[in-house]
């Protein structure tokens, strides 16, 4: 059974914070504790690789050292669009084969269209999992 384990988040979010979660998604992953939070609750589902994706690429957006975004691109392929991979995320064939097409040079855009699906699969299934799970009610009701 879920359950929100306060003691490995740390600061303890407030009612208000935990509140704010349950009616806007991008509250929910602006906070450090409720990305941890949620992120753990996926992983209790088996779904987390959508949430490692969509934050590797907001990594890989503040990334300066062309040497290093270029890696970093390349990293994310490999950990979440290779057919190989454990955590692939779901994407079209189209946005698969454009970021294929200009991984070897990476720009800023490169995973544009698959962050902004991957974010709209998490916005229509887990988050709403999420804010009627265990998890989010217990956090709810250890700050009454």
């Known amino acids: ?3 929100a384990k306060d ?12 509140q704010e979660w349950g009616i806007s998604f991008e509250k929910l992953l602006t906070s450090k504790t409720g990305v941890k939070i949620f992120h753990d609750f996926l992983k209790s589902q088996y779904s987390e690789e959508n949430l490692l994706f969509w934050l590797a ?3 890989l957006k503040k990334e300066t050292d062309q040497a290093t975004f270029k890696e970093l691109a390349q990293s994310i ?5 290779s057919a190989e991979s454990p955590k692939e995320v779901s994407i079209d064939h ?8 200009v991984l070897e040079e990476p720009d800023q855009t490169v995973y544009d ?10 916005y229509q299934d887990c988050y709403p999992r999420f804010i ?3 998890v989010f009610k217990a956090l709810l009701i250890s700050n009454d």
């Open 77 to 81: 392929y490999r950990d979440y669009l």
């Open 7 to 18: 003691n490995k988040y740390n600061p303890k979010p407030s009612r208000e914070e935990v």
């Open 113 to 122: 269209n698959a962050q902004r699906h991957v974010y709209y699969v998490m």
């Open 132 to 134: 009627v799970s265990n």
């Open 94 to 101: 189209k946005t698969r084969q454009h970021i294929e097409e």
């Open 1 to 3: 059974m879920e359950t």
């Open 57 to 59: 690429v907001e990594k």
